[in-house]
């Protein structure tokens, strides 16, 4: 999960963790086999991928099943359809919920969604009945900012390259973008020395709601539920937790 709240935040950062190996796989899979599609096999040119890759290795992904993602996005090996989906629904307490899923049965994955937020006194919606609330940045996060020198010449640098905003959060620097920004960003702090912790497109919610901690705990089994879908790639909401 990609949030932007506090507590949003931290799960993200734990998500990895979180997820069955098993799951891990699938869904980053997925993920270089969608971006080699589109963009063709190579890192060097195909920034989507060298993110996915990235991605991958972070999370202990064999070198041959990062391969075998790439060829069949290409159109080799295996033969799978894998494809983009976004998903809106509704959630308990006012929640608006953004689902990215990376597919290969549209109807699979709508159907086992909807059942997710039925269960939990949530609805999809139709298309563009939340996504108005919520608008794409690009995100880079830095773990541990006390290890970088000259921070003041660094934001200026990463101003000019197309930085919209720099915050610390305690330890962390976060750093956003216009998505199209994003790559220019990554790559001026890569040839600063720092290697960012995380570099991904993400929705914001443009306005957030509190909810309750009974909606709290519904929203949890929702998120937990969405973690362990193999299609789910990524989902954002717009709630601030009762305890926050």
């Not at 990376?102 to 939340?130: C, M, P, V």
């Amino acid at each position: 999960m990609s949030g932007h709240s506090k507590w949003a935040k931290l799960k993200h950062f734990k998500g990895a963790l979180d997820v069955k190996k098993s799951s891990l796989f699938t869904k980053l899979g997925h993920l270089i086999t969608v971006a080699a599609r589109q963009g063709g096999g190579s890192p060097e040119t195909n920034f989507k991928l060298r993110i996915a890759i990235e991605q991958a290795n972070k999370a202990n992904i064999p070198k041959e099943n990062v391969e075998r993602a790439i060829k069949r996005g290409l159109g080799e090996g295996e033969k799978m359809q894998i494809e983009e989906a976004t998903y809106e629904a509704f959630g308990p307490g006012g929640a608006a919920i953004v689902v990215e899923a990376l597919t290969d049965n549209k109807n699979r994955t709508t159907a086992d969604l909807r059942r997710i937020f039925n269960k939990y006194e949530g609805t999809l919606g139709g298309q563009n009945s939340i996504l108005w609330m919520f608008e794409k940045k690009g995100t880079l996060r830095i773990a541990e900012a006390k290890k970088i020198e000259n921070k003041e010449e660094l934001e200026l640098g990463l101003i000019d390259a197309g930085a919209k905003d720099i915050k610390e959060e305690g330890e962390e620097i976060a750093i956003y973008t216009q998505p199209e920004k994003l790559q220019e960003v990554k790559e001026f702090l890569e040839s600063k020395g720092v290697v960012p912790d995380y570099a991904e497109i993400e929705w914001f919610a443009k306005n957030y709601v509190k909810i309750s901690e009974e909606d709290q705990k519904k929203i949890d089994a929702i998120f937990a539920e969405l973690d362990e879908d193999p299609d789910v790639n990524d989902y954002y909401t717009n709630i601030i937790p009762s305890n926050f």
